[in-house]
């Protein structure tokens, strides 16, 4: 029996590489963000995510867009994999969020390849299972060639008050997806248990599907102002789109949405807790990488980027050391870095 060669998807990449990551502070910087650093394996989130689609994708069918404060940095690490690669690198000068970004990305594409299919990567994200995520991409593929505009829902495993939601509608008999409905940004404890109870509800992993034709369509006529700009995109105009997410700027409008329910592994490795949890722990439940030293240490993340940490007598804690920050706290605290983060903004300061 012949085997099926997974380039035969004839599908074109598009990774979205400009977001800032500000609650891994202090790994991640204003020019450092969370899809550059090296987290829980040897290559970058960003380099993991590459890797992940050249095994379906061939590197000419595949974009990259990250703003100018990153380009250098992200440059580097995909020429790192292969050169061809930075040769489709599209340079925001100021991050406008989603929409506009992979509006860009998707009217280069349909400029050469008018009803090609076209799938649309965070680079900062960690998916462990390839062969469950390579289902998905197929059958997502398949379903957008139909028109449909496709997303991943990732069922959860707890009312996580970090991700986004989906909310489902009425299963698209005989496809295995289910209708969109609308998203739900970061809720709250309490609205996140009710999110959770219900099997039509899943975490957003910021993953679509669809036609360049259907897509250019549906920006037309839903932001005529975008479609209008990106048909002769000048570093000028480019600052003139407004900041608009995929999600609620396109996706929650149309009404050919569909989400297909996965489970991959998947995190968005948004939060310390969450780098936690993905790594390796030891038999006290301690996770690290660095150079670290521990006494009666127990459930706690660990992270010596440079230098040295010594531990006594920590429980349920992280400590993360760089070059010239350190950061100290409970892990269910973790959600207070970004406060940290916005303090130093608005001081000014360097090591934000």
Known sequence: MKQENPLDLKLYGVILAGGTGTRLWPLSRGLLPKQLLRLTERESLLQMTVRRLLAFIPTDRILTITQSDHAKG????????????????????????????IAWGVSV?????????????????????????????????????QGLFVTFGIRPTRPA?????????????????????????????KTARRLVRSRKNFWNAGIFFFRTDSFMRELKRLQP???????????????????????????????????????????????????????????????SRGTVFLQETEDSLLIADEGM????????????????????????????????????????SHLA
Not at 113 to 137: E, K
């Open 109 to 145: 594409i349909h400029r050469k390849d008018p009803g090609a299919v076209v799938g649309v990567f965070p680079s900062d994200h960690l998916i462990r299972n390839q062969t469950r995520f390579l289902s998905g991409v197929r059958a997502a593929v398949s379903a957008a060639r």
């Open 74 to 101: 992200v440059r580097k690490q995909l020429q790192g994999i292969d050169r061809t690669l930075a040769t489709g690198l599209l340079v925001e000068p100021e991050g406008r969020n989603t929409l506009p970004a």
């Open 161 to 189: 008050t970090g991700y986004g939601y989906i909310l489902s509608g009425r299963s698209l008999n005989g496809t295995g997806l289910s209708a969109l409905r609308s998203f739900h940004e970061k809720p709250d404890p």
């Open 309 to 348: 940490i010594a531990c006594v007598g920590l429980k349920g804690m992280v400590v993360v050391k760089n070059r010239d920050s350190v950061l100290i706290c409970p892990r269910d605290k973790v959600e207070g870095v970004r406060g940290i983060v916005d303090q130093l903004r608005r001081e000014s």
């Open 225 to 287: 102002g975008i479609h209008r700009t990106i048909q002769k995109i000048t570093a000028k105009n480019y600052l003139s789109l407004p900041r608009l997410s995929i999600d609620y700027g396109l996706m929650e409008k149309i009404r050919n949405g569909a989400v297909i329910p996965l489970e991959m592994g998947w995190d968005d490795l948004g939060s310390w807790e969450s780098v936690y949890q993905a790594l390796t722990k030891n038999r006290e439940g301690n996770a």
